[in-house]
């Protein structure tokens, strides 16, 4: 496979240029695994976040460890704990302008400073894991990266799941 290039001047432009490639990077893609491998690694390397990766659900109410992109992480969060595990508990996005001010977070690394996280959900409407990003810098994310990645979201579970 050839490097992607992606190459546009503003956030929403360079998102819009990333779902087309998702979609062709992913498209007939049936592991998970290796489906959020590189959709981490394209986010990553597109939006140049601090940590990209997942968090999958698995028996006994935890997330997980998947695939990610940048420092060690940590490797289990439970249900409601967390950014991470409040977004499972919620089913919904949360954004976190700055993770000090977030009760209960959890440091996987002191150099994070803000977090978006957003679940990914099967057909059935189920959260299964959660995209996990951190920003060296405070209040990294907005409207428009969630609205971007929770589309990135739905292009990945539709061929995952």
């Known amino acids: 496979m050839e490097d992607i290039k ?3 001047d503003n956030k929403t432009q360079r998102y819009e240029e990333l779902l087309k490639v998702l979609a062709s990077l992913v498209e007939g893609v049936r592991d998970e695994v290796a489906a959020m491998a590189n959709t981490a690694a394209l986010l990553h390397e597109t939006m140049h976040f601090f940590w990209t990766g997942f968090y999958r659900v698995s028996e006994g109410n935890r997330l997980i460890l998947g695939p ?20 499972w508990k919620r089913a919904e996005s949360v954004v976190v302008e700055d993770v000090e001010k977030f009760p209960g977070h959890i440091a996987c ?4 400073r803000s977090e978006i996280v957003v679940p990914l959900f099967d057909a059935a409407g189920a959260v299964r894991a959660v995209l996990d990003i951190d920003s060296d810098r405070l209040a990294a994310f907005d409207e428009t990266d969630r609205l971007m990645l929770e589309k990135a979201m739905l292009i990945l579970s539709k061929e995952i799941y």
């Open 109 to 112: 690394s002191s150099a994070s």
């Open 68 to 87: 990610f992109q940048g420092p060690v992480a940590c490797y289990s969060i439970g249900y409601g704990k967390g950014v991470c595990g409040t977004a």
């Open 6 to 8: 992606i190459n546009a």
